[in-house]
C-alpha cells in the first residue's frame, strides 16, 4: 500500500518534501518514482530512482526537484525547491515497471503566484 504525504499549499518559490511509504509485504522495487496529475490530464513521470540511488527527472523540474530513497525503511522522497504555479498537482509514488501497483491516495500540491 502507498501512501503519499507532505503536500500543501505555498508561494511561488517556496519548498516542499514528499513522502511516499511502501506500506505491505512489498519486495523493493529496483526503480521508484514519483508521478504527477492535473485534472484532465495523463498522469506524468517526474522523476525516478533506482536501487543504487541514481536518479533522473524531466526538464521541468531539473535542478528544482531532488528524489532520493530509504530503502531500509521503505519510503521515498521528493525535494521540492523553487515551486512554479505549473507544479500544482496531485503527486503519487509507484514502482516505474508495468504494471504499476495499486495507485495510493496522492498529495495534493497547490503553487500561488
Known amino acids: 500500500r502507498l501512501v503519499e504525504s507532505g503536500g500543501g499549499t505555498v508561494q511561488s518559490g517556496e519548498s516542499l518534501k514528499l513522502t511516499c511509504k511502501m506500506g505491505?509485504?512489498?519486495?523493493?522495487?529496483?526503480?521508484m518514482a514519483w508521478y504527477r496529475q492535473t485534472p484532465g490530464n495523463q498522469r506524468e513521470v517526474v522523476a525516478s530512482?533506482?536501487?543504487?540511488?541514481?536518479?533522473d527527472y524531466v526538464d521541468a523540474v531539473k535542478g528544482r526537484f531532488t528524489i532520493s530513497r530509504e530503502i531500509s525503511k521503505k519510503e521515498v522522497y521528493l525535494q521540492m525547491n523553487s515551486l512554479k504555479p505549473e507544479d500544482t498537482a496531485r503527486y503519487y509514488c509507484?514502482?516505474?515497471?508495468?504494471?504499476?501497483?495499486?495507485w495510493g491516495p496522492g498529495a495534493q500540491v497547490t503553487v500561488i503566484s
Open positions: 509507484n514502482r516505474i515497471t508495468s504494471p504499476p501497483w495499486s
Open positions: 530512482v533506482t536501487l543504487g540511488g541514481k536518479a
Open positions: 505491505g509485504a512489498f519486495f523493493v522495487p529496483p526503480t
